[in-house]
């Protein structure tokens, strides 16, 4: 009778029950594995009994990064509010809205200067010019009406935020605007 057989057998087993037990001692505790998202392999024994097991392939899980809500865009400060008054001298920097007057120094030969519409872009401004002179730098749009025999000319410039430009003695400013309201500095110009 051939007993090399059964003992093959028992030997088959015993080495399967080895690597199964080798391979279970080196896999990351319960909850570890599914949180990385590594499954660890293992390769049969090698030359020297112990098990050898092959790196395990990393997988990096994709990581969704969640959309932050971005911040709510903020007026700038405005060192004189919303006191229009301020700008009579020639110098401020106000708060403002549509249909805010904001009166100026004749000197500067633009007069009462009208807000005619704000958005979070830009600023409509319309004033009559009170010399027949007009000198711009660019920085807003202008629109010149006149003058004419016995009128005034006027001026209405649509001006984007952070806009900045000088009409005849006066400089302005948009330092920004949100929903309706818009913050301007008006100084002398250079």
């Known amino acids: ?29 319960p909850g570890d594995a599914a949180a990385s998202g590594t499954p660890a392999t293992a390769s049969p024994t090698s030359s020297g009994g112990s098990p050898a097991t092959s790196p395990a392939t990393s997988a990096t899980p994709s990581t969704s990064v969640s959309a932050t809500p971005s911040p709510r865009p903020s007026l700038p400060g405005a060192a ?27 000197r500067y030969g633009i007069g009462p200067i009208q807000v005619t519409g704000v958005s979070s872009r830009e600023v409509t401004l ?24 016995g009128a005034p000319g006027y001026i209405s410039l649509t001006c984007p935020v952070s806009a900045k430009t ?18 301007l500095r008006i100084r002398p110009a250079k």
């Not at 004189?80 to 004749?106: F, H, K, M, S, T």
């Not at 009559?128 to 007009?134: D, E, H, R, V």
Request: charged residues 20%.
């Open 1 to 29: 009778m051939d007993c090399s057989r059964p003992l093959a057998h028992v030997l088959l087993g015993t080495a399967a029950a080895v690597v199964l037990v080798s391979c279970s001692a080196q896999e990351p505790p």
């Open 80 to 106: 004189d509010g919303g006191n229009r008054r301020a700008c009579a001298d020639g110098r401020c920097e106000i708060r403002v809205r549509r249909r805010a007057q904001i009166p100026l120094p004749a």
């Open 126 to 149: 319309f004033a009559p010019l009170n010399t027949s002179k007009f000198s711009s730098d660019g920085g807003c749009s202008p629109t010149i009406t006149g003058p004419s025999l």
């Open 166 to 183: 000088v009409i005849n003695k006066m400089r302005l400013e948009v330092l920004g605007a949100v929903g309706r309201t818009a913050v």
